[in-house]
């Protein structure tokens, strides 16, 4: 639970009195603390009750909230039986690797009866963010919120909503998620997929058993109301609409956009999107629904989960009606939506787009095929960037860094492909191994960087949501087939481009990313596809330090879980 004037948290999402406080107490930054217990929990659903991992015996975990030029201190106790780490997805954590939370990279994980304190500045940060365990497949029920409120006396830069919610979209496993995952590794193949997509950890009324397992949300007539929407789920692209309401797009991953309207939205894993939602309808009962986006061959959970917008004074017993989501395999439309996403770029909100680039660099995105002596079939599918799958360290890489500790990892990572070749031309089914390593890119500190994610055809094309720690950037530009170096940097959009920490690498495509290096330290980059990350689509920069110790990675803390 929270301490001292961190106040708010918790599973109620319409937060007006708390946010009254927030706008009208004195202007200064706050220390806010927060106590999350991590501890096994027995909870129903889809008529099959199972003991799972949660923070504070919540599900999903408690809301942080926080202002701009807050510190937090949040100390995780775990008295579950696997060890633990928690990521604070998005937030930059300058100089403070050692708060970002992934499990071996920026620390060894908290072991069972132990403690940490994650001790996080959040610094020119203000909207949506969310934090999740960063190790196995436990953040399928270990996540929340994370709600930054703008510098005291500074509104939003849109209009002032009357209320706001979280709208955390997740997945369901009926049996032990882990027991799930291993028996997929046995046979060297995915795992079971989810039984269910969930809203605020509930599928809704479309699911057995799941009556008193539904979110609702009640409005009043003529109100506008800010959702700030998150996809927790672990291995699937979301669409997400509200019968009858248009959505105003107004920020994704914490950076404001410029406002544009839609009937649905489509947000990858890692992803957060606010929205504003005007009550001006008839009054009744509406479904608000979460389906996944594929389209591309890979089997998936097409499961719908639903929660209800219900305007105040209607009676239950109303038939709520559901929203005109895209179809499965929608191209057409997660492309177009895409393509809306712009940074406000104001003065007061700019984009500072680097322009000129220090370092190009080029990274395949393929699945693959190695050899596997403990799999039942003798292979097991894997994945790579130009061809190497990430092999975890046994210590975490950024220790390794700040000590110079030798032979845990190489600054080797090549900047392009060991080969080039028609990367998604018609599907590649010989040759599927890949090299295997712990391997890093080192990047000069303050140095820009364009990076240029490519989907390849090896097996299959497919989306892929990647996510880079300690930093955001900017998509300067994106497209389907081949990027050509020389006609394809002259569409880039270097004014306004959508500024976000995830992006979706289009099926059979690719993105173009900038970003200043400027925050030093071991930062790791990954498909936020759980599977993927598990088969090795992982690496991580090591940035160097600056000059002096201002512009230096600070030292680690006393309680800093052991190896």
Known sequence: MAKTNSFCWGS?????????????????AALKTYQFDVQVKNVSRLCHSKPIVTVNGMFPGPTVYAREGDTLLVNVT??????????????????????DGPAYITQCPIKTGHSYTYNITITGQRGTLWWHAHIFWLRATVYGAIVILPKQGTGFPFPQPY???????????????EEVVKQGNKLGLPPNMSDAHTINGKPGPLFPCSEKHTYALEVEQGKTYLLRIINAALNDELFFAIAGHNLTVVEIDAVYTKPFTSQAILIAPGQTTNVLVQANQVPGRYFMAARPFMDAPVSIDNKTATGILQYKGIPNTVQPVLPQLPALNNTAFALSFNAKLRSLNTAQFQASVPLKVDRHLFYTIGLGINQCTTCLNGTQLTASLNNITFVMPQIGLLQA????????????????????????????TANLGTKLGTR????AFNSTVELVLQDTNLLTVESHPFHL?????FVVGTGVGNFDPKKDPAKYNLVDPPERNTIGVPTGGWVALRFRADN???????????????????????VENGKDSDHSVLPPPTDLPPC
């Open 78 to 99: 775990n008295h579950a039986q696997y060890n633990m780490s928690i990521h604070w997805h998005g937030l930059k954590q300058y100089r403070n690797g050692w708060a």
């Open 469 to 473: 720690h300690g930093y955001n950037f």
């Open 440 to 443: 890093l890119s080192k990047l």
């Open 520 to 542: 030093p330290g071991v930062w790791f980059m990954h498909c936020h596809l759980e599977l993927h990350t598990s088969w090795g689509l992982k690496t991580a920069f090591a």
């Open 401 to 428: 860094h700040y000590f110079n500790t030798k032979g845990v990892f190489t600054t080797d990572f090549p900047d392009r492909p060991p080969t080039p070749f028609n990367y998604t031309g018609a599907p590649l």
């Open 12 to 28: 109620s999402a319409l937060l007006f009195l708390c946010l009254v406080g927030f706008f009208s107490t004195p202007a200064k």
């Open 163 to 177: 209320k706001e919610a979280n709208i955390v979209l997740g997945e369901w496993w009926n049996n032990d998620v």
